[in-house]
């Protein structure tokens, strides 16, 4: 019998308990566990349901970075990155230890962040839920049976979901805690039961640690040409990312976080974790495969109590149904979870202004602009009045997760860019023939006949024009592609009312970016959008 207990245990971190500890255990014995404890329910065809409680997304007014020595000058200080005091933090970790001593069971779990070995951290992750902790292990990356005996863990991550912190005592917002000591190396995370909680605070570490080693995180899906060549794509909820990367002719690397070093692109996880709301068998045959597998774990799903039969159309829980699986339930995925270094970055937004075109090359000045920027647009909302599209910009498209300031990783990425001659594209998969409510949704049939000659390399060999707004270069022609859809002006019936629009986003686009413009060179900045004269 393979023995998965490290001669590193908690006693060797200074960690104390009675708890009967339950180290890296594998899939089948932990979804009996959480069976048995009342923690989620066996599906018809086998996956794990569970319900997170009230909690069914990220707290992310709760999430703070203790201020020291370490910290003081390397985050970004703000509303996302918020400080804990060191006394504040002592008073919570002391909480948390005691919390911890009088637990009967723990789940333990000894992983690794990060699938190229020269860059990945070791991370244990202690757990007072079983199904928590087979979703951790379902989405790092797991060491083989061999490995397990010498781990040493260099970051931990402790999940109570039962202990309420004290404000007050504890320095923080209300009874939930998600804290991060980057000098102690040890995450706490309390009173919510949202398995993904502890899936970004990896993400998070990576992304303060890797910088300072020369390597780029990234918040986006990557895959593999069958000539060999990597892609990024970069992307905001619904703008496609998932979608198109998953493409059967390419191979996978990962759909959600990677790492962009000298070598290669490599993904942070060994698992996915998918929207599941209106998931079918039709739109996204692969992913929809996994909710009939074992092992795959389903967050807030409706499901029919006597047949077990899932409702994927039901949001009366939330609109953020959630589905973890491993990443080899997706077929054609490669093998060690990463690729060579990129040849094509892929900026991905939904226009809902149906102002931009479908796609459009850039420069790497462009690129970083548009990184920092990392611009989509949501519809119109329901709420009676409101009528116009509106525009959401999140900070190298994924503002929530990055502790440094977005130059570092705006630099890092002009960087990588320059070094690698990387072909850089900005894809609109939102709006055409005017903003939504007006015109209509970009085909599909379109947007990958655009982005398969993007990556084969044949549209670069095509006539392009300078855009009289953005400044980008937009292809005039490419072969499958209505030509009209490529100039969006001449999509729209009313070009005043087109030009207004456009307007409109390039004052948009300047307002947001006046934040950076002391943080980036000249060249970054002139490559901001000009409304046209």
Known sequence: MVNRVPSHGLDAQGIRTGATLHWNMTTAPLVETAISRGEGKLTCHG??????GKFTGRSVKDKFIVRDAVTEDTINWGPINQPMAGEHWTHLKADFMAALGEQGELFVADLFGGSQPEYRVNVRVINQMAWHNLFIRTLLVRPTADELPGFVPEYTIINLPSFKADPVRHGCRSDTVIAVNFSEKLILIGNTEYSGEMKKGVFGLLNFLLPAQGVMPM???????????????????????????????????????????????????GGCYAKMINLSAEGEPEIYATTKMFGTILENVAMDEVTRELDFTDASKTENTRGAYPIEFIPNVSEKNLGPAPSNAIMLTADAFGVLPPIARLTADQAMYYFL????AKVAGTEIGVTEPEATFSTCFGAAFMPRHPSVYGNLLKQRIAEGSVDCWLVNTGWTGGKYGTGHRMPIKATRALLNAALDGSLKAGEFRKDPNFGFEVPVSVAGVDANILDPRQTWPDKQAYDATAAKLVDLFVDNFAQFANHVDQGVREAAPRVAA
């Not at 996956?47 to 997170?52: E, K, M, N």
């Not at 970069?234 to 790492?259: M, N, P, Q, V």
Request: proline share 0%; charged share 20%; hydrophobic share 35%.
């Open 47 to 52: 996956a794990l349901l569970v319900d997170t």
């Open 219 to 269: 918040h986006c899906s990557a895959n593999i040409g069958a000539d060999g060549k990597s892609a990024i794509f970069f992307g905001l909820s619904g703008t496609g990312k998932t979608t198109l990367s998953a493409d059967a002719s390419r191979t996978l690397i990962g759909d959600d976080e990677h790492g962009w070093s000298d070598q290669a692109v490599f993904n942070f996880e």
């Open 373 to 376: 920027s990392g611009y989509t």
